[in-house]
């Protein structure tokens, strides 16, 4: 790209703040983590961290962009499943002014836009064989040309991925390309559950509870005794953005200097990583034992128990917000008089 091309870069492009240092790290699997993380971040290589929801491979993909040589650069995240297949190839590579009856405009992609930076693709598991054969070459040859252009562009652009689908799933009939695969796969850190860092609950619900005094005006100092050890055995399905929503409801809801056992939501049964049986099953249900229907009453509960706020039941269940949506189609869920909140 000339430097007339260049894009301007504005704050919205950088990764601001997210270091290795302020990530929450004790367990020594998570330090093993970070650890190969910081080691991939000074080299140009393709990175692919796998883990389950919310276990922060968002905040790792930007730690990796601010401990490398590229820091002064652009860091564009682009979100793989949120993106239509037919916007998916404009979105990464620009449209020429006319390339489709609405542009009016040149649009650049996300490919030249993270020119000399790093080009985050979240949810890469989640694209469809075609963008991911679009993408491949890109990938391969730093190259590539607008929607209906015909020169071919370059951009100097330092690949991170991440998934929270299984590899396994990825890989046997999960429909993910291997040529891609072994492109992305230059370096694969996997970013451990929760559960298996659990000494490290203490120190995220006092930055969660600090975050939440000064996000409300609130002077809750910590956890109970009994709370803590509530916190400890739950099996967090949800991992760290469980907690966290769980830490910010507790505090809301809490009267007291200290958050008590019963001010902590967990919804799901302590130790486990598998949908609990509903205390009550919906009318519509009841005496069916199907998976299915557990997960309908138990998505019915939590969308009652957070008044229908979609994003705090999404946190809670573990879940992204677009699978509930299809879920709540799916099951024909309907909240009781009104629209549902977003936030
Ligand atoms: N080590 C950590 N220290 C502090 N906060 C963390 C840490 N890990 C995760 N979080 C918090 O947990 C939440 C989820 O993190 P993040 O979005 O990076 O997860 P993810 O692995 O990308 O999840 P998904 O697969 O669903 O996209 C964020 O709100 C983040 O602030
Ligand atoms: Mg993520």
């Keep these: 790209m000339s430097s007339t091309e260049q894009p301007t870069i504005t704050s919205a492009y950088r990764a601001v703040g997210i270091t290795f240092g302020s990530l929450v790290c004790k367990a020594p699997a998570m330090m093993e983590t970070l650890r190969l993380a910081a080691s991939a971040a000074m080299r140009d290589v393709a990175v692919l961290l796998l883990g389950e929801t919310g276990t922060g491979k968002n905040l790792i993909a930007q730690a990796i962009h601010n401990a490398s040589p590229r820091a002064k650069g652009p860091f564009v995240s682009v979100n793989c499943s949120a993106i239509p297949d037919t916007l998916l190839e404009a979105e990464l590579f620009g449209a020429e ?113 600090a975050e939440n005094n000064e996000r409300f005006s609130t002077r809750i100092k910590g956890v109970e005794a009994d709370a803590l050890t509530k916190l400890q055995s739950h099996g967090w399905p949800g991992n760290v953005r469980e907690l966290r929503a769980v830490i910010k409801r507790a505090s809301v809801s809490s ?62 269940l573990g879940i992204s917000r677009p699978t509930l949506d299809r879920k709540i189609q799916e099951y024909g869920l309907t909240r009781p008089g009104g629209a549902a909140s977003e936030d």
Aim: no cysteine; proline share 5%.
């Design 255 to 316: 009267t007291g200097e200290n958050i008590r056992a019963r001010d902590l939501l967990l919804t799901l049964a302590p130790e486990t990583n598998k949908i609990a049986p509903p205390a009550v099953a919906s009318p519509s249900v009841a005496g069916d034992m199907s998976l299915a229907s557990l997960e309908r009453s138990h998505i019915d509960s939590v969308l009652k128990q957070t008044g229908w706020n979609k994003k705090e039941s999404s946190n809670l």
């Design 97 to 209: 002014k006319g390339a489709f009856t609405s542009s009016d405009r040149l649009r650049r992609g996300k490919f030249e836009l993270a020119d000399k930076g790093t080009l985050f693709l979240d949810e890469i598991g989640d694209m469809s064989p075609i963008a991911q054969a679009k993408i491949l070459r890109a990938f391969e040859y730093k190259e590539f040309e607008r929607v209906g252009g015909e020169t071919t562009m370059h951009a100097d652009v330092r690949i991170v991925a991440a998934t929270n689908k299984p590899l396994e799933e990825l890989l046997n009939g999960g429909g993910f390309r291997t040529d891609l695969f072994y492109r992305l796969n230059e370096f694969t850190i996997n970013v451990p559950p929760l559960r298996v860092r659990r000494e490290e609950i203490p120190l995220l619900v006092e930055r969660f509870i």
